[in-house]
Structure formats: structure tokens, C-alpha cells
């Protein structure tokens, strides 16, 4: 990446922004906490691919997942559990289809 | 009042996560500051210093704010006073009661937000260090709290509260 940006923002600045805020709050937080930031982490990822036309629908779906199912942390942890086992489920799959290509 | 409509409204209270597109009076926030204004305090110091934040500054604080998940118009950056409350109050104020009282005075905010139907959410996570640079805190402002507050997009289902029994002890 050039130095030389006419001082605009890089496009994963924002996400440093939220991704260092959560390693320091996650030092003094609730375990659980962790996983959940790592996938608004994923969430905003796919924002910057929607943004930067990166995305597809496959990463679509794969966002409105973790918006329907992340709060389940705040009140049902079993569910939260099974959800991510969902989610890596599915990323799973996905890779075996790039193998498969 | 009838009897009967504050248990109502602390019943109805919920955490908002999703908001509308659509600005809050000032009127309202007006009414919202004014509940926070009536809270108790301990020596009644009333030591907390509410920031109200929308526009550029709220999406910068927003990056550096791990459970502001949502997009409120507003919010309310809940400071501490520490000077005004270890002159006053000592210690203790300082450390202990000034943060429990800024928790009371953002109750009775909630709450009212609740009785005209707006949404709130109390925000715990998010980087104090970051606010006070975006925000040019004074020294002796130290952000306890942050309070989304906006018109909610829809109202959640209440989660499971535990019962009473689990709760109270009973002395004689």
C-alpha cells in the first residue's frame, strides 16, 4: 500500500478502530464476550467487501446469521454455542467448494 | 398517576439495539436531561456531567465503542466529576458512590425514554481513553457510561428474569 494516500482514510481503518477497543475491554470483560466480538469483527469485514464490491451472497447470508443469532449470548449461552458451531459449519462447507473447484 | 403506571413503564423498560432513521426533539432530550437532573445523589453532589453527542463525533465514538452495536441518533456520554466529587464527597465519592449515582440518574433516563417511547441501551464497553481524546474532556470528566437513546425500531421480547425468591432475603 502506498504511503502516499492524499491523507484519506484506509479502508480497514475503522476497524482497527473497533478491533483494538475490543482487545482492551475484552481484558477486564466477560468471556463470552470474545467470540462475540470476533464476529461483529466478521460483520464489519463484510461491510468493507460490500463496500469495495467484494462481497456475494454467500457472505450476505452469512452477515444477516451472525445479526440474527449474536444476541442469543446475553441470554441463552447454549444457543450462542450451537450457533457458532453454525457458523463454522457453514465456512466449512464453503471452503470444501473452493476445494472442489 | 395511577397506581400501578411506574411498575408499568420499569416493566416495559428494554435494551434497544436497532433504531430508526429519525432525529429526537430537543424537546424530549430537554425531559430525558431533566429526570437525570432529579436522580439522587449521595451529599446530593451531584457530580455526573452528561455529554449529549450526535453528527461526526457520535461515528467516531461509535469505532472505538465495542457494545455500541447500534445506530442511534444520539447519545448520552455519562461523566464523572472526580474533582467536584472527592472535594465534596471525599474518597469515597470519587470511587465508589459518584459511579453509582450516574447508574441512578441513567435509570430514571431510560425510564423516561421508555414512558414517551423512546429506546435506550447502557453502553459498558468502550474505550474511555478514546472518548476523552474524541470528545476534549477536561481532565476531571471521566466517562462512566454511555446511553443510546433514539426511537426503536422494535421493541424485544423481555428476557427471563429471575424470581423473587432467588433475590430477597427476608430479616426480621
Known amino acids: ?101 | 398517576m395511577v397506581d400501578g403506571d411506574l411498575l408499568k413503564v420499569i416493566k416495559e423498560r428494554r435494551s434497544i439495539r436497532d433504531y430508526k432513521d429519525e432525529e429526537i426533539s430537543k424537546e424530549s432530550i430537554k425531559t430525558l436531561l431533566e429526570s437525570a437532573r432529579w436522580a439522587p445523589s449521595g451529599s446530593n453532589i451531584q457530580a455526573w456531567r452528561i455529554y449529549v453527542v450526535k453528527g461526526d463525533k457520535l461515528e467516531s465514538i461509535k469505532k472505538f465503542s465495542p457494545g455500541l452495536l447500534s445506530d442511534p441518533p444520539i447519545i448520552f456520554v455519562m461523566c464523572a466529576d472526580i474533582e467536584e466529587a472527592e472535594n465534596k464527597g471525599g474518597k469515597l465519592s470519587k470511587d465508589v458512590l459518584t459511579k453509582m449515582d450516574i447508574a441512578i440518574a441513567a435509570q430514571n433516563i431510560c425510564l423516561q425514554a421508555s414512558s414517551i417511547g423512546l429506546g435506550t441501551c447502557y453502553i459498558g464497553s468502550f474505550n474511555k481513553k478514546a472518548i476523552r481524546e474524541i470528545l476534549e474532556l477536561p481532565d476531571h470528566h471521566v466517562p462512566e457510561l454511555i446511553l443510546t437513546v433514539g426511537r426503536p425500531k422494535k421493541i424485544p421480547d423481555p428476557p427471563k428474569r429471575k424470581n423473587l425468591d432467588e433475590l430477597t432475603r427476608w430479616v426480621e
Open chain 1, 1 to 101: 500500500m502506498s504511503d502516499e494516500n492524499d491523507g484519506e482514510k484506509p479502508i480497514f481503518f475503522d476497524l482497527f478502530c473497533y478491533m483494538s477497543s475490543s482487545a482492551r475491554a475484552l481484558v477486564d470483560e466477560p468471556k463470552l464476550y470474545g467470540p462475540l466480538r470476533l464476529l461483529e469483527t466478521m460483520e464489519r469485514i463484510i461491510d468493507v467487501m460490500e463496500t469495495n464490491e467484494m462481497s456475494d451472497e454467500f457472505y450476505r447470508e452469512l452477515k444477516k446469521k451472525i445479526e440474527e443469532n449474536k444476541y442469543t449470548v446475553m441470554h441463552d449461552e447454549e444457543r450462542f454455542i450451537e450457533f457458532l458451531d453454525e457458523i463454522v459449519k457453514m465456512l466449512a462447507k464453503k471452503e470444501k467448494e473452493f476445494l472442489d473447484q
